[in-house]
């Protein structure tokens, strides 16, 4: 087998072997049910009923993704009678696999079309250290070697993790997957223009279109896709230099799809299902602010993978988590970028007629080569972040996240495969390949690490909660994994105390007050009135209803029954539909001696319920029915 199998085969392998272990790892407390099996039309598997309703209807957080969403129903179709988070896990490794050998041959084709030319042997005085450099470049040794260690730390980098362990990350290897195979096409139009055979002219049409068409499918994958003209626009930059004249008019077609896929992402953005996951009081400056932030983050991480979690929580009006490494980071990203570009542009004013890097014509200096790499990678990495910043649409749950580096960070590898090509070029090569191939071992370690805290959720929240002790949302997530679990309910409550230490709210002292009154120690009464002691006079102010549950368990315990319905009631205005909710404020009419309302409610547990709680109902109505009966014997006189 050639190297140019081997190495791929090796790459696809690496893959599998670093998150195998995803197997064993079931759905995630986070989003995971939202977008599988609790969304109707991806749990019952493939069927043209369930296409058209992923085509019509939007995902999780207003997100349009009906490829991803068929990506999960023929999961949940191969999985059958089987374990559907195994088969989720599995095809999401697998895709990206596909990603990380795709990158590859991508990698290998921009250096190859640059490599064939001169200008990247070294002028050496030596002739024998000449002659084997040549030997290197002619063999495909350089470029294959450098395409595989660069697409090797992007596939196992464990900023990856997020993306592919995480069940609801589905969508970031699904578009990017179309991405690749589109801009492999694109390369193959690039050579439209130099004329040419009439057969080749053809299939540089054939392929122009197949490329539009992959980049359609990977909008409807996620609408992060609309990243492609950019993505497009760099790799023919590397490979043929800035297009101009007849060659900018094939980027219309792409500039539109990918408008339009922003004005869809827009407004689904601020549709029901968008606003609901936003969060409020973000002001533009501040989610500038953010963005540059989680941009320079994105940057140093990829250098340093160091603190790592799922959960990074948004603080509007404060400084951004991480802003002083984050805004240097992106200083430092300016500055090279910026570096890049004058010799760019000042060859490009040298030469007004683009051409290819093969040409005889085309002799640039190694300077202006690598400028014009590094610009590109600068491009693509810009161009993919932008959309997942959140400085246009509605602000989420999250600050930023590491799966939104998926895309992103193919551009930074792009500039390390061509750096490491000039270093494998040199005397020190085998140096260099050494230490090249040690930081991708250390760099999958990592990644196999980073991936096992996906396994579950007291991994993936406790992660959360070890890197961001203030994060209050992973702590009441953390403390519901512990609170329902046997023998850990002080666990939970003490998470919850946390949260609320964290974020002394009304909606996480809610919360608090809402676990102590489900574990019921009169104990707690006294703390419980105090966390809701501004929602005891006003209980239509509970936004949730979890405080005024909690008044009303304290007071149906201590026999304030008128108390505990007015709470109860002002509760199920606002709390999602709740047996043991509508089971509590039916008792309370019941000793409050509301016997009509009482029965009422009953009977209305008594039809949607089963188990123990229609086993309660049905006990209450008989109880109604004996009560009435001595009533009516002259018992209550």
């Not at 070294?122 to 290197?136: F, G, H, M, V």
């Not at 009441?476 to 309910?489: I, M, N, S, V």
């Amino acid at each position: 087998m050639s190297r140019r199998h081997i190495l791929p085969v090796l790459l696809f392998a690496a893959v599998w072997l670093v998150f195998l272990q995803t197997s064993g790892f079931g759905f995630l407390g986070l989003d995971d049910a939202d977008y599988t099996v609790g969304n109707d039309f991806v749990a019952t598997g493939l069927s043209w009923r369930n296409v058209r309703a992923a085509f019509s209807h939007l995902s999780r957080n207003g997100i349009w993704m009906p490829l991803t969403n068929i990506t999960y129903m023929a999961d949940f179709s191969l999985s059958e009678g089987g374990n559907p988070a195994a088969a989720l896990h599995m095809m999401s490794v697998l895709f990206h696999a596909l990603n990380a050998v795709l990158f590859y041959w991508l990698l290998l084709g921009l250096l190859q079309s640059t490599m064939d030319n001169a200008e990247w042997a070294p002028s050496l005085t030596n002739k024998r250290t000449n002659e084997q450099t040549t030997k290197r470049m002619n063999g495909g040794a350089a470029p294959a070697l450098a395409a595989f260690v660069a697409a090797a730390f992007w596939a196992l980098h464990p900023l990856r993790a997020e993306s592919v362990a995480w069940v609801a990350s589905r969508k970031d290897v699904v578009f990017s997957f179309f991405l690749l195979v589109g801009l492999h096409f694109w390369l193959r139009v690039i050579p439209l223009h130099d004329g040419g055979a009439k057969r080749q002219y053809l299939l540089s049409i054939i392929y122009y279109l197949l490329s539009i068409i992959c980049e359609a499918f990977a909008c409807l994958s996620k609408p992060t896709a609309m990243a492609f003209p950019a993505l497009a626009l760099s790799v023919e930059y590397v490979a043929a230099g800035l297009p101009r004249g007849r060659r900018l008019w094939k980027y219309l077609p792409p500039l539109l799809a990918a408008a339009v896929t922003g004005l869809v992402a827009l407004h689904s953005q601020h549709s029901p299902e968008g606003v609901v996951q936003a969060v409020p009081d973000t002001s533009f400056a501040w989610r500038l602010l953010n963005g540059a932030v989680a941009f320079g983050l994105y940057l140093a991480q990829t250098a340093v993978p160091a603190g790592l979690h799922p959960v990074c929580r948004p603080t509007p009006g404060e400084l951004p988590e991480g802003a002083v490494p984050g805004l240097c980071a992106l200083a430092v990203f300016i500055a090279v970028a910026a570096a890049a570009a004058f010799p760019a542009a000042r060859n490009a004013k040298g030469s007004p007629t683009p051409q290819l890097p093969n040409s005889p014509t085309n002799q640039l200096t190694n300077r202006n080569t690598l400028s014009r790499v590094f610009l590109a990678s600068a491009l693509w990495f810009a161009a993919s972040a932008a959309p997942t910043l959140g400085i246009l649409a509605p602000f989420g749950m999250q600050s930023r996240a590491d799966r939104f580096t998926y895309l992103p960070a193919m551009g930074l590898s792009i500039a390390i495969a061509y750096g490491l090509s000039r270093l494998l070029l040199g005397r020190r090569a085998k140096a260099a390949l050494a230490a090249a191939l040690a930081a991708v071992a250390a760099t999958a370690l990592c990644g196999a690490r980073q991936t096992g805290f996906f396994s579950d959720d007291e991994a993936f929240f406790g992660r959360a909660v070890r890197c961001d002790p203030g994060n209050a949302y992973a702590w009441t997530k953390l403390g519901e994994k512990y609170l329902y679990k046997p023998g850990e309910q002080g666990r939970g409550i003490a998470c919850f105390r946390r949260a609320w230490q964290a974020r002394p709210t009304d909606e996480y002292a809610g919360l608090l007050a809402y676990v102590l009154a489900e574990r019921g120690a009169p104990r707690d009464f006294d703390e419980i009135k105090a966390l809701c002691a501004g929602l005891a006079a006003k209980p239509e102010l509970d936004e949730r209803g979890h405080a005024t549950q909690a008044l009303g368990a304290v007071a149906f315990a201590e026999g304030r029954f008128a108390d505990a319905v007015r709470y109860f009631e002002a509760a199920e205005k606002v709390f999602p539909p709740s047996t043991d909710l509508s089971l509590r404020l039916a008792a309370s009419h019941f000793n409050a001696g509301n016997l009509a309302e009482a029965e009422r409610r009953f009977r209305l547990v008594l039809r949607a319920a089963d188990g123990p709680a229609r086993d309660f109902a049905l006990q209450s109505l008989q109880k109604i029915f004996l009560q009435r009966q001595w009533k009516s014997a002259g018992g209550g006189q």
